[in-house]
């Protein structure tokens, strides 16, 4: 028995060190590419025009906002930095090293950090440095810029594999009826995105009737089927 109890912690402790070590590979992959892409950005940004309105602008496809982010914190700048994908706006105001506030105006409105980590997976649109201050929110951000722009890049990875599992364009629908866990077991967030789970609507669509990221929506969907309190219809 303690023979097979050794070879169990054995085991554990085998795939916790190379949980760590996928973990620490990931993590160096990333630094190593912001810091390449930094200096490339520099470059760009050089090139750009003001467009006649006294703000630098450009496009998120040749500036991604991880970089953006990184390029304004190492420069200390008291900038807001607009951002627009497709018709989702948001902004992100720097106060020298430190992003204060950020916010998604349009459905589905964000703000905090899950607004930072939900910009920073835009690719396409267009973004603007204005000279703007605005006052603290009501939720401000703690995280330092490099917090943030590892785990919003941790979690854009991972809503990838989301996609492919679970589809934007699924169609849910809560099974309260059977399902073995009452309401109040589960969390305030899974609790409003299980309410929302009609049948009637995709799961993009229930996505923007909410306030959080995406990274933490399609989490709560993973975590309710598991729990057995969802089925999908299509």
């Known amino acids: 028995a303690i023979a097979i109890e050794n070879s ?11 949980q760590l070590q996928e973990t620490n590979t990931r993590l160096n992959n990333i630094l190593a ?3 390449h892409s930094e200096a490339e950005g520099q470059r760009k940004l050089e090139l750009l025009d003001k467009a006649g309105t006294g ?15 990184l390029m304004l914190s190492n420069d200390q700048q008291n900038v807001t930095l607009r951002l627009e994908h497709g018709i989702l706006k948001g902004y992100i105001c720097f106060d020298n090293v430190r992003i204060y506030r950020a916010e998604m105006a349009d459905a589905p409105h ?10 920073m997976g ?27 722009m590892i785990e919003g890049l941790r979690r854009g990875d991972e809503v990838k594999v989301f996609y492919e599992q679970t589809p934007p364009t699924s169609i849910y629908s809560n ?13 305030e967030i899974q609790r409003e ?16 009737k909410n306030q959080v990221d995406q990274h933490t929506f399609y989490t709560t969907i993973k975590e309710l089927g598991e729990k057995y309190v969802i089925q999908i219809v299509r």
């Not at 169990?8 to 190379?18: D, E, F, R, S």
């Not at 703000?55 to 982010?69: E, K, W």
């Not at 006052?135 to 401000?140: A, G, I, K, L, T």
């Not at 309410?195 to 996505?207: D, I, K, N, R, S």
Request: charged share 15%; with cysteine.
């Open 33 to 35: 590419q912001l810091e």
């Open 193 to 208: 995105i299980l309410l929302l789970l009609t049948g009637e609507y995709t799961l993009e669509q229930v996505w923007k």
């Open 175 to 187: 099974n309260l009826d059977a399902a073995p866990y009452p309401l109040e077991m589960l969390t």
């Open 55 to 69: 703000n630098l602008v450009g496009r998120l496809d040749m500036f991604a906002p991880a970089n953006l982010i």
């Open 110 to 119: 964000i703000t905090g950090s899950m607004a930072t980590y939900e910009m």
């Open 8 to 18: 169990q912690l054995y085991q554990l402790l085998n795939q916790k060190v190379k």
């Open 122 to 148: 835009w690719q396409t649109g267009t973004f603007a440095f204005t000279a703007d201050k605005l006052e603290p929110s009501s939720n401000p951000i703690q995280a330092s810029c490099m917090h943030l």
